[in-house]
């Protein structure tokens, strides 16, 4: 089995985004880190309800705090995907031992953990508000930016 990059989400609120991101993982062939804590159970309807009946089949760790994470995964390149960076995506040469991080919904990642990170990059938004500066998209979805980028990651490796 060829290694692939991982999907790791730090402190995740909502449970149908992390079911929804476990059956992008799924669907790419990705394994699912969850750092803790979370906002939710994972007995959680809606979790499962996202994730349909895929969810027992996704590839999930669980970590109490990031330094452990870190420390587990201490030959890994942690890349933190913001909306703060102006790092696009596209300028990434993806590696398989990455771990493509991302932040809570309702705060994204703290700079604390993005300054122990390899590299910090983003998804250009041509109609988001640091380009349009008024009416602009704040952030996308965390699922659809979690998507994106895999899809991204995969693409540029070619494991699709």
């Known amino acids: 089995m060829t ?3 991982r999907i790791a989400l730090f402190e995740p609120r909502i449970p149908q985004n992390t079911g929804t991101i476990g059956r992008t993982c799924l669907a790419f062939d990705l394994s699912l880190d969850i750092i803790k804590p979370t906002g939710f159970s994972f007995d959680d309807k809606y979790l499962k309800r996202a994730g349909l009946d895929y ?19 201490n030959s890994s390149r942690i890349i933190a995907l913001t909306k703060k960076s ?15 991080l991302f ?29 349009l500066k008024t009416s602009g998209v704040r952030s996308l979805n965390l ?15 070619n494991l699709l």
């Not at 102006?86 to 493509?100: A, E, K």
């Not at 705060?107 to 508000?129: F, H, S, V």
């Open 3 to 5: 290694k692939r990059p």
């Open 55 to 73: 969810w027992p089949d996704v590839d999930l760790q669980l970590f109490d705090t990031f330094d452990e994470y870190k420390n587990h995964f």
């Open 86 to 100: 102006n790092n696009s995506i596209s300028n990434i040469s993806y590696r398989n031992t990455d771990i493509l």
């Open 103 to 131: 932040g809570r919904e309702d705060t994204g990642l703290p700079d604390y953990i993005m300054n122990r990170c390899e590299m910090i990059a983003g998804i250009p938004m041509p109609g988001g508000e640091n380009v």
């Open 143 to 157: 699922s659809v930016a979690c998507g994106i980028v895999s899809y991204s990651a995969c693409h540029q490796m």
